[in-house]
T-cell receptor, first 108, second 115 residues
């Protein structure tokens, strides 16, 4: 069973700051997902990556398969980025095992 | 962009009642899933469905739970006799995994409250 750990659990930032959220997992995987969950609960897929780095707007995700570690970065953070960010890894039947999430609050 | 649609968005039910949560996954995806999230906790896997049958289920998915894909479109989760501890957000998801694409699409969830 894959154990997924995220840090930090809570993160408060000022608008404009550079944000980093970390994820580590215990069992080798083929891909890793970064997800966003807003208050009210809906889950949105941000990235799915299997190597290297991906960028979408102000969001950047990196993964190091050998070290079993991934990071999500947000550049020039904005209050609308406030949400829970979750990493998840696939296992048998491609089901996802989720981390506990990182609650990000960006203050104006 | 294709979406996964879930209905209802909220459901309140009395303990012991049966509920059916409905989902319309993306039609050409191969795998369909139900996950749940109890308030304040992480998202947990319930069941995966592939080739018109359950491919895997968690220990949470006991005899009171069942899934169906009755018409090739809808994908339902039935809870036969709800308990207070079934109160949670239930997410449906679909994936093209199996075609080398591990991308996932989630529905917006059904918030189930058992009273």
């Amino acid at each position: 069973k894959n154990e997924v750990e995220q840090s930090p659990q809570n993160l408060t930032a000022q608008e404009g700051e550079f944000i980093t959220i970390n994820c580590s997992y215990s069992v080798g995987i083929s891909a890793l997902h970064w997800l966003q969950q807003h208050p009210g609960g809906g889950i949105v897929s941000l990235f799915m990556l299997s190597s290297g780095k991906k960028k979408h707007g102000r969001l950047i995700a990196t993964i190091n398969i050998q070290e079993k570690h991934s990071s999500l970065h947000i550049t020039a953070s904005h209050p609308r980025d406030s949400a829970v960010y979750i990493c998840a890894v696939p296992g048998s039947n491609y089901k996802l095992t989720f981390g506990k999430g990182t609650l990000l609050t960006v203050n104006p | 962009e294709p979406e996964v649609t879930q209905t209802p968005s909220h459901q309140v039910t009395q303990m012991g009642q049966e509920v059916i949560l409905r989902c319309v996954p993306i039609s050409n995806h191969l795998y369909f899933y139900w996950y749940r999230q109890i308030l304040g906790q992480k998202v947990e896997f319930l069941v995966s469905f592939y080739n018109n049958e359950i491919s895997e289920k968690s220990e949470i998915f006991d005899d009171q739970f069942s899934v169906e894909r009755p018409d090739g479109s809808n994908f339902t989760l039935k809870i036969r006799s709800t308990k207070l501890e079934d109160s949670a957000m239930y997410f449906c998801a679909s994936s093209e995994a199996g075609r080398g694409n591990y991308g996932y699409t989630f529905g917006s969830g059904t918030r189930l409250t058992v009273v």
